[in-house]
Nanobody
Framework: VQLQASGGGLVQAGGSLRLSCEAS????????MGWFRQAPGKEREFVAA????????YYSDSVRGRFRISRDNAKNTVSLRMSSLKPEDTAIYYC?????????????????WGQGTQVTVSS
């Protein structure tokens, strides 16, 4: 199984970025997907999750209203549209996959992790 994240980069505060994660080696439609992030010196934290069909989404309080997670099961991809970015959003962003919705939301015991993509927001 591979989760290939892309789309990170350097952006000014207030700007936008779109992250994508392409999955291979699994039956994508059977998996809930999530995004997590880890800033330097901090623990990894949950950002957003989406269930297998895309009908249910869930966000951390820190990104709700600014970020939007979506998926395309035909293309085996999950995306994270990030708007109104803040310097505190700076982190390595990871996509994750698990068959269980609650596991992805908790971020503990998740089956598969991607390699991460760096997002840097300058003030």
């Amino acid at each position: 199984v591979q989760l290939q994240a892309s789309g990170g980069g350097l952006v000014q505060a207030g700007g936008s970025l779109r992250l994508s994660c392409e999955a291979s080696g699994l039956t994508f439609g059977n998996y809930a997907m999530g995004w997590f992030r880890q800033a330097p010196g901090k623990e990894r934290e949950f950002v957003a999750a989406i269930n297998w069909s895309g009908a249910n989404t869930y966000y951390s309080d820190s990104v709700r209203g600014r970020f939007r997670i979506s998926r395309d099961n035909a293309k085996n991809t999950v995306s994270l549209r990030m708007s109104s970015l803040k310097p505190e959003d700076t982190a390595i962003y990871y996509c994750a996959a698990d068959e269980l919705w609650d596991t992805v939301r908790r971020g503990t015991g998740v089956h598969y992790w991607g390699q991460g993509t760096q997002v840097t927001v300058s003030s």
